[in-house]
T-cell receptor, first 118, second 110 residues
Framework: DAGVIQSPRHEVTEMGQEVTLRCKPISGHNSLFWYRQTMMRGLELLIY????????DSGMPEDRFSAKMPNASFSTLKIQPSEPRDSAVYFC????????????????FGPGTRLLVL | GQQVMQIPQYQHVQEGEDFTTYCNSSTTLSNIQWYKQRPGGHPVFLIQLVKSGEVKKQKRLTFQFGEAKKNSSLHITATQTTDVGTYFC??????????FGAGTTVTVRA
């Protein structure tokens, strides 16, 4: 299995530009998560999808952020317009729903997209 | 809501020495997971603990889940340079989400 795939791996853009991050989860996984990681705030959950449906987007910072999952094998996180404070590493993770109650779901992280907004 | 706290935030270790990092939850956890993130890398799943008082070992790493299922520890013996990175604990939050601790960042002096 190729694992979770993210693209691009690095993105440098100017303030005000639109940024689109892409993720391909592990085949067969039905939960997908977008995280943001910074030194100041650590690992923050932005949004998660279950069976392609957004379940909880309470972590999305503001309206400039949007995420979609048009099918089971693809998701995007879009920032429009981007701002310097959006600079961070964005991780996508996927998991297979646990079959047993009380057993947590292991999350498999992609390599991340390192975003720098100038 | 449930929060997972980790201490220490940073751990500077002499190569060959042992150290322990701790994870504490404000609520009882059904399970706890540990992840490792190498510098410049992404979090990688290490292990999951489910039972009260459970102890699991992975070579030089020993993971323990407290009797009350509100705390956990990771003990590394004979630290090596390959142990460098940030270790996160994570507890379930709701049906699907994980609540990650802030992590313990480990550096090793050769």
């Amino acid at each position: 299995d190729a694992g979770v795939i993210q693209s691009p791996r690095h993105e440098v853009t100017e303030m005000g530009q639109e940024v689109t991050l892409r993720c391909k989860p592990i085949s067969g996984h039905n939960s997908l998560f977008w995280y943001r990681q910074t030194m100041m705030r650590g690992l923050e959950l932005l949004i998660y999808f279950n069976n392609n449906v957004p379940i909880d987007d309470s972590g999305m910072p503001e309206d400039r952020f949007s995420a979609k999952m048009p099918n089971a094998s693809f998701s995007t996180l879009k920032i429009q317009p981007s701002e310097p404070r959006d600079s961070a590493v964005y991780f996508c993770a996927s998991s297979l729903r646990a079959l047993l109650a009380g057993v947590g779901e292991t999350q498999y992280f992609g390599p991340g997209t390192r975003l720098l907004v100038l | 809501g449930q929060q997972v706290m980790q201490i220490p935030q940073y751990q500077h270790v002499q190569e060959g020495e042992d150290f322990t990092t701790y994870c504490n939850s404000s609520t009882t956890l059904s399970n706890i997971q540990w992840y490792k993130q190498r510098p410049g890398g992404h979090p990688v799943f290490l292990i999951q603990l489910v039972k009260s008082g459970e102890v699991k070992k992975q070579k030089r790493l020993t993971f323990q889940f407290g009797e009350a299922k509100k705390n956990s520890s990771l003990h590394i013996t004979a630290t090596q340079t390959t142990d460098v990175g940030t270790y996160f604990c994570a507890g379930p939050r709701g049906d699907y989400k994980l609540s990650f601790g802030a992590g313990t960042t480990v550096t090793v002096r050769a």
